[in-house]
């Protein structure tokens, strides 16, 4: 994995819910129907994509300001329940030589509560470069450098959500393999 990409790469891992004695459980694809939620994970914002149930369009859901872990994970169990949210994507912020970040380890942790917390399957896309995209997207579209800021998660999960739906849903790598 230590080869560099120059756009959002199509790396894809999976979890799905731990069992009860944390052993980990072998990963598991998407339901075949239903919303997905794509998610770009931050220690201070999360920013939240849906897409539609035929799982042709995302769109920006919400940037979700933490709290702390026990509101958070509820507050993503009212998203499912509230959306019908069958699985979750969220973006691994790698390094650019396709290493584990520290980040991307924080992401995965979440992606494990997440996924006991809500019942729903993760999976993984290599998300580098998504809130560059997504910021000078809304450069792009004049909006000044604050409200940038402001914005910037939900649409790096929406461009998330977007190349997981464009690549199908589907394959999964051993989470493992990045990991040594």
């Not at 998407?30 to 931050?42: T, Y």
């Not at 069958?86 to 992606?111: D, I, N, T, Y």
């Not at 809130?131 to 998660?153: T, Y």
């Not at 739906?165 to 589907?170: A, T």
Request: hydrophobic share 40%; net charge negative; charged share 30%.
């Amino acid at each position: 994995m230590g080869e560099a990409f120059d756009d959002v790469s199509p790396l894809r891992l999976s979890v799905s819910r731990r069992s009860k004695d944390d052993a980990p459980v072998k990963p598991t694809p998407p339901p075949e129907k239903g919303k997905i939620a794509g998610i770009d994970f931050g220690s201070v914002r999360i920013g939240v994509a849906v897409c539609d149930a035929e799982r042709l369009i995302a769109f920006p859901y919400e940037i979700w300001r933490r709290k702390n872990e026990k509101l958070d994970l509820e507050h993503f169990q009212t998203l499912v329940k509230e959306e019908k949210i069958v699985h979750f994507v969220v973006g691994l912020p790698l390094h650019c030589s396709g290493e584990m970040s520290e980040k991307a380890r924080q992401a995965l942790e979440f992606a494990a509560k997440l996924a006991d917390a809500t019942g729903c399957s993760v999976d993984f896309l290599d998300e580098r470069f998504t809130s560059v995209i997504a910021d000078d997207m809304l450069r792009q579209a004049g909006i000044k450098a604050k409200k940038r800021k402001q914005n910037v998660d939900d649409i790096a999960a929406q461009i998330i959500l977007s190349n997981y739906l464009e690549r199908g849903c589907v394959g999964t790598t051993e989470l493992e393999s990045l990991e040594d």
